[in-house]
T-cell receptor
Framework: GAVVSQHPSWVICKSGTSVKIECRSL??????MFWYRQFPKQSLMLMAT?????????EQGVEKDKFLINHASLTLSTLTVTSAHPEDSSFYIC?????????????FGEGSRLTVL | GIQVEQSPPDLILQEGANSTLRCNFS?????LQWFHQNPWGQLINLFY???GTKQNGRLSATTVATERYSLLYISSSQTTDSGVYFC???????????FGKGTTLSVSS
């Protein structure tokens, strides 16, 4: 149980285009999902917290108009990188917190590697 | 916010050796997790351990919450243990994990 799936696993796009990444909880419902970004040889940095049915909360320094997050259901959150540029190339990872969690344990997706040319 | 420090940053071992990875944190926590990030980037959950001791095969972990540290033990290391080990914590229920910078482990045969 507690499987989180991301799609796509990797994507290459041209500069200026938009890319959508999906994060799904496959066998549980998640009221809250978190989006992280990881640059090469660095740690994971929290970008935003996504709550089902409400606006996402972004960390300081993360542009909300560039990284659009939608959490329309208890099993799906999406991250859209708008007008992507080479500096947005990174590894994006989501995690989910189960509804009615008995612990605070978070489960992570496989990650999505974005390369912007 | 809460700070997480991991040591050592890098560790090189011969196959069969044992190792201890340390995670210090600056505040009380309600969640602490250890992960292994494989070469493809996937985070593998090792332990959910805000306090106490757990063991899973060759791996075990101990968190001493009152002293604000956690240890991950790897015994009889194998080449497949290579990768980056992250400690991550949160200090409020239902909030995101804050990650340390990781320990990069290289195990050679």
């Amino acid at each position: 149980g507690a499987v989180v799936s991301q799609h796509p696993s990797w994507v290459i796009c041209k500069s200026g285009t938009s890319v959508k990444i999906e994060c799904r909880s496959l066998d549980f419902q998640a009221t809250t999902m978190f989006w992280y970004r990881q640059f090469p040889k660095q740690s994971l940095m929290l970008m935003a917290t996504s709550n089902e049915g409400s606006k996402a909360t972004y960390e300081q320094g993360v542009e909300k108009d560039k990284f659009l997050i939608n959490h329309a259901s208890l099993t799906l959150s999406t991250l859209t990188v708008t007008s992507a540029h080479p500096e947005d190339s990174s590894f994006y990872i989501c995690s989910a917190l189960a509804v009615g969690f008995s612990t605070g344990e978070l489960f992570f997706g496989e990650g999505s590697r974005l390369t912007v040319l | 916010g809460i700070q997480v420090e991991q040591s050592p940053p890098d560790l090189i071992l011969q196959e069969g050796a044992n190792s201890t990875l340390r995670c210090n944190f600056s505040d009380s926590v309600n969640n602490l997790q250890w992960f292994h990030q494989n070469p493809w980037g996937q985070l593998i959950n090792l332990f959910y351990i805000p306090s106490g001791t757990k063991q899973n095969g060759r791996l075990s972990a101990t968190t001493v919450a009152t002293e604000r540290y956690s240890l991950l033990y790897i015994s009889s290391s194998q080449t497949t243990d290579s990768g980056v080990y992250f400690c991550a914590v949160s200090n409020q229920a239902g909030t995101a994990l804050i990650f340390g910078k990781g320990t990069t482990l290289s195990v050679s045969s």
